[in-house]
């Protein structure tokens, strides 16, 4: 592992992402969601703040950009499709193209659906991915601006990371998110056991973020449109991946 990556809270239920390379000292922050929590942990760590790396628009991925390229003179990396409504944008990325952050190699991704230019970032040798609001623990983003078609191709982009990739989120949703996933795939067991761990990390108030491919793979309805149990539940047995997704989605926007 190269880079360091330090978590922590922002307004009511965002994480804040510090990313760190130790050999060059660069130091980037994953969206800007609040500011005073951002510099407390850059004085923490004792860390310059150097990049902001935007997932997405939304004022608590974006919120605090122009602040703090203000204070740091840092420079903001966000998506080329995007970049009317991303604060100060400097570097503008697309789909598969790879920067260096140090001795790491990035490669964005992107992945509308909850917006038109929504983007991933995967440093690809620390084998970690920040992904916004597409992808959560057990859920995925709100449609705001894509078709579940368009998701769905998104969430296949994710999934086709390797498996032990560890994700991070920038919500913490995951409970909520099991209670909805339990009702619509009841008989999968590793979700089961996968609820009851997130009930108590819940209760002592721990971080269910980050997770990985693998634990998502096999227990977030979202990935798994093809669970005969999830078909089952919706009465879609046999029916189309995209038609499936589309419909857990609905599911969980009323749930
Ligand atoms: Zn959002
Ligand atoms: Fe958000």
């Not at 970690?128 to 078609?149: H, K, Y």
């Not at 032990?164 to 008989?187: K, Q």
């Not at 997130?198 to 693998?214: E, G, Q």
Request: aromatic share 8%; glycine share 8%; hydrophobic share 40%.
């Amino acid at each position: 592992m190269t880079v360091e990556v330090h978590m922590f809270a922002c307004l009511n239920d965002n994480y804040g992402f510090l990313v760190h390379d130790p050999e060059s000292g660069l130091t980037a922050t994953i969206d800007t969601p609040e500011v005073a929590p951002i510099n407390a942990a850059l004085k923490a760590k004792g860390w310059t703040l150097t990049h902001i790396f935007n997932t997405h628009h939304h004022f608590d991925h974006a919120g605090g950009n122009e602040a703090l390229k203000e204070q740091w003179s840092c420079q903001v990396v966000g998506a080329a499709n995007d970049a009317a409504r991303i604060p100060g944008i400097d570097v503008q990325v697309s789909d598969s193209e790879r920067f260096q952050f140090g001795a790491s190699t990035v490669a964005v991704l992107e992945v509308p659906g909850h917006t038109s230019g929504h983007i991933a970032f995967h440093f690809v040798d620390d084998g970690i991915a920040f992904v916004g609001d597409t992808l959560f623990a057990l859920g995925c983003g709100r449609l705001f601006e894509g078709s579940p078609q368009q998701m769905w191709q998104s969430l296949g982009k994710l999934m086709a990371l390797p498996d032990e990739t560890i994700i991070y989120c920038a919500h913490e949703y995951t409970a909520a998110n099991a209670a909805f996933a339990l009702s619509v795939e009841p008989d999968n067991e590793r979700l089961q056991q996968r609820a009851q761990e997130i009930t108590s990390l819940r209760a002592r108030n721990t971080p269910t973020v980050p997770t990985s491919i693998a634990l998502e793979k096999a227990t977030n309805p979202f990935l798994r449109p093809d669970s005969p149990d999830l078909q089952k539940t919706l009465g879609m047995s046999g029916d189309d991946l995209v038609a499936v997704f589309a419909e857990t989605r609905r599911r969980k926007d009323s749930f």
